[in-house]
């Protein structure tokens, strides 16, 4: 299945007979060098000075039975290529220890690639680059935005169109292979080019893997089988949405109340205050000692066996960061279970008028340790979930307890919180019924991670952090392997002039109805933007939203099963489906919610009709049961309520779909 063909002043490394490398003197394929960065930091927002001192061209080639040496002079890079698992293998290895490594990887001029982690700005990546590298990605995310003016200008901290909580160097391929790249340094991987991909990294790679498939739902499923999937969501998700509320459990509990008086189907609190409340000028944050506040919410643990008998979960949050000089942070810093400066002291992060210190989760004792934090401090009080944040914030210059420079551990600490956040829940006999999500991320996450979230979106309309980036974000990480994820119901931050609106909110909602479950959020400044508990009118709508998605249950139990057993996401490109249609390929605000029903959710202001390309099929309008052909562009009437759904008239749910209609039509 490997072949090395010799060409016209190089070679080809084929496998199943496709292209992957092509070299020639002229256009070298790998290069090797040094360089030297200078990386500034902010509140987990970073910037790069990165100076190439040498880059070399290894131009000429020999074969060595499985091998291939490029090299120049007594520079070398030998590429030990074998087939595992029915997938291609190349391992690295150099003759020096070069930090700069470059790599091209063989393309077509109309191929067009997805993944890289979340990409909130866009779905197809060809004709640009992105750095890859977790951090926070920024406040508007777009240069040519007064959001992300204001942002850069006050706080360093507007981002740009590939700044992201979870980058990865793994993508997929309309040549129909997936590739990753064994690698958590930084990377930039540049699909400028028509006949190449060039990956660039800040080390030698150990490895690439690869495989191709006749068709992109196996080609899931094999990028699955590697990465390996997470656990099953848990039952009560399936059962209403879960209310982010605050204030103590005497408040959280009368929004429970209010909400079920109004119909609204609850299946849980999410209460991310039970630690306590820290009032700074970016709003209102929580206190960062993760232990129980009984000032706030007292006899809690009977309260949640209380909920538990009306089905309705309790909800929580933690981070690896601990607030300096309180109990947590104490203890840690008494075991030498913190991260230290280089003078040995303890490293204190910054977060914004506190600071914090970080857990060590490269010393396996402070791993354990925080494990068992999780163990006793959430689950034994009967949490059946959390927000498990701030993966991405690792310092550069801190150091860290196995040795490695922080700066080849930042990408890969989201992995090891997820990982300590997996292991406490599986050891407590919990995985399926207890579940966590997280915005940051990195490869592993598609197993350690029980789910994601897409993260702090701005509570507005713009098309890089608003509403519309929430559906790019769930389609480039669905299809790297990560099946489960949603975005906090009428965003979250509220800076520079961004105030949430009742109609946002109320759009944010329709659209929750159909990822994989509905979470809302009050956002950094709760009293000065719109809440669903001042507002019968949207109670109404979260009613019947819910009933709706309630109604749906069977058919979101079968993505589910698909999303475990076989990787596929529970929101999807409309490619994975129609592969032979060719306008699906750039389409990335809409989207398949399974095989079966299609959504454009409704992304801009005051809109109450939604023009839209249905793929080659046979659609029925979930609203008013009119039937339309695909491979057209329709208009669709979408007021408030109503977002542009469709279902397909031979799937198995129709049935289910119809009395939906039914009840809920226009």
Not at 85 to 108: E, H, Y
Not at 341 to 355: L, S, W
Not at 494 to 515: A, P, Q, Y
Not at 633 to 644: D, E, S
């Amino acid at each position: 299945m490997i072949t090395f063909n010799t060409i016209q002043d190089g070679i080809e490394i084929r496998y199943k007979n496709q292209i992957i490398i092509k070299h020639t003197k002229d256009k070298p394929a790998f290069f090797l060098g040094f360089g030297t960065e200078i990386i500034e930091s902010y509140r987990g927002n970073y910037q790069f000075d990165d100076y190439i001192e040498s880059r070399i061209p290894l131009v000429s080639y020999k074969i060595n039975q499985h091998q291939v040496i490029f090299f120049n002079q007594e520079i070398e890079l030998t590429l030990d290529c074998i087939e595992s698992d029915g997938r291609l293998i190349i391992n690295f290895n150099s003759s020096q220890p070069f930090n700069r490594f470059w790599m091209r990887i063989f393309a077509t001029k109309d191929e067009k690639i997805y993944g890289c982690g979340e990409q909130a700005s866009y779905f197809n990546l060809r004709k640009r680059n992105f750095p890859l590298w977790t951090s926070e990605p920024g406040v508007g995310r777009d240069k040519k935005s007064l959001t992300t003016f204001y942002a850069d200008l006050n706080d360093k901290a507007g981002g740009d169109y590939y700044t992201t909580y979870y980058p990865e160097p793994t993508f997929v391929s309309t040549r129909k292979y997936w590739l990753h790249v064994d690698s958590f340094a930084y990377a930039d991987f540049n699909f400028k080019h028509d006949n190449f991909h060039e990956l660039f990294f800040w080390e030698t790679p150990r490895q690439l893997i690869l495989n191709f498939k006749d068709n992109y739902l196996d080609l899931v499923t094999d990028l699955t089988d590697y990465t390996k999937r997470p656990p099953r969501l848990p039952e009560y998700l399936l059962d209403g949405m879960v209310i982010g509320v605050q204030g103590g459990l005497e408040q959280v509990l009368t929004y429970l109340k209010q909400s079920q008086a109004a119909g609204v189907k609850v299946s849980g609190i999410w209460a991310q205050d039970w630690a306590g409340h820290n009032y700074t000028s970016f709003g209102k944050r929580l206190y960062w000692n993760w232990k129980l506040n009984e000032t706030i919410y007292p006899n809690l643990k009977e309260e949640i066996k209380k909920l538990g008998k009306e089905n309705v979960a309790f909800l929580t949050y933690i981070c690896p960061f601990l607030l300096e000089n309180e109990s947590l942070f104490n203890e840690a810093k008494s075991h030498n279970y913190l991260a230290l400066t280089k003078t040995g002291e303890v490293y204190k992060e910054d977060f914004g008028e506190f600071y914090c210190g970080i857990v060590d989760l490269t010393n396996p004792k402070a791993f354990d340790w925080y494990k068992n934090v999780i163990k006793t401090n959430l689950i034994d009080l009967g949490i059946k979930g959390w927000m498990a944040d701030f993966g991405e914030y690792l310092p550069v210059d801190c150091v860290l307890h196995n040795g490695i420079d922080a700066k080849l551990m930042h990408n890969e600490w989201p992995v090891l919180w997820a990982k300590c956040n997996y292991e406490a829940v599986k050891e407590s006999n919990k995985l399926g019924e207890v579940f966590y999500f997280m915005r940051a991320g990195a490869h592993g996450s598609q197993h350690y991670a029980t789910s994601l979230w897409a993260g702090d979106q701005s509570v507005n309309w713009e098309t890089h952090d608003g509403i519309a980036s929430v559906i790019p974000s769930a389609l480039s990480t669905g299809i790297i392997g990560n099946p489960f994820t949603h975005s906090d119901i009428g965003g979250y931050t509220s800076l520079h002039g961004n105030i949430r609106t009742k109609e946002l909110f109320d759009r944010w909602l329709e659209m929750n109805v159909f990822t994989s479950y509905m979470r809302t959020h009050e956002g950094n400044r709760p009293a000065q933007n719109f809440q669903f508990y001042n507002d019968d009118d949207t109670l109404q709508l979260m009613a019947r939203m819910t009933s709706i998605r309630v109604d749906l249950k069977p058919y979101i139990h079968y993505l589910y099963d698909d999303a475990i057993l076989k990787g596929y996401p529970v929101q999807r490109p409309l490619f994975m489906h129609y592969e032979n249609d060719e306008k699906t390929y750039d389409l990335q605000y809409e989207y398949l919610f399974g095989p079966d029903i299609y959504i454009k959710p409704v992304v801009q202001p005051n809109q109450r009709a939604q023009e839209l390309y249905l793929p080659q099929d046979e659609w029925i309008h979930l609203w008013s049961g009119e039937s339309y052909q695909g491979g057209q562009t329709v208009t669709i009437l979408c007021p408030i309520g109503y977002p542009p759904v469709f279902y397909r008239k031979d799937s198995n749910f129709a049935k289910l779909f119809e009395d939906i209609t039914r009840k809920y039509h226009v």
